[in-house]
Nanobody, 116 residues
Framework: QVQLVESGGGLVQAGGSLRLSCAAS????????MDWFRQAPGKEREFVAT????????YYINSVKGRFTISRDIANNTVNLQMNSLKPEDTAVYYC?????????WGQGILVTVSS
């Protein structure tokens, strides 16, 4: 059964950094596009970043451009989100999403809290 598991979240002071990782079982990431979403308290889930099948193309929402980097580690079948210069408004549960050919799979989410 396909599963995605996020790791690397936690509490960080404003201006600090965290690296989130998304690990998959049952599928290989390299053939599929991968996304990161987030859901802040009292807000709807929103798109954050995406990476193409090969890792050659990425896209970010304006609020995280220049601060967040999405990347693939094909050898370890993981997708990462490096988050730098974190702001309190980045506080949210972050979700990894796999865009498989006939199936979309979401991770359970991991909490990132940025203190002011």
């Amino acid at each position: 059964q396909v599963q995605l598991v996020e790791s690397g979240g936690g509490l960080v002071q404003a201006g600090g950094s965290l690296r989130l990782s998304c690990a998959a079982s049952g599928r290989t990431f390299s053939r599929y596009g991968m996304d990161w979403f987030r859901q802040a308290p009292g807000k709807e889930r929103e798109f954050v970043a995406t990476i193409s099948k090969s890792g050659g193309s990425t896209y970010y929402i304006n609020s995280v451009k220049g601060r967040f980097t999405i990347s693939r580690d094909i050898a370890n079948n993981t997708v990462n989100l490096q988050m730098n210069s974190l702001k309190p408004e980045d506080t949210a549960v972050y979700y990894c999403k796999a865009n498989f050919d006939t199936l979309t799979v979401w991770g359970q989410g991991i909490l990132v809290t940025v203190s002011s």
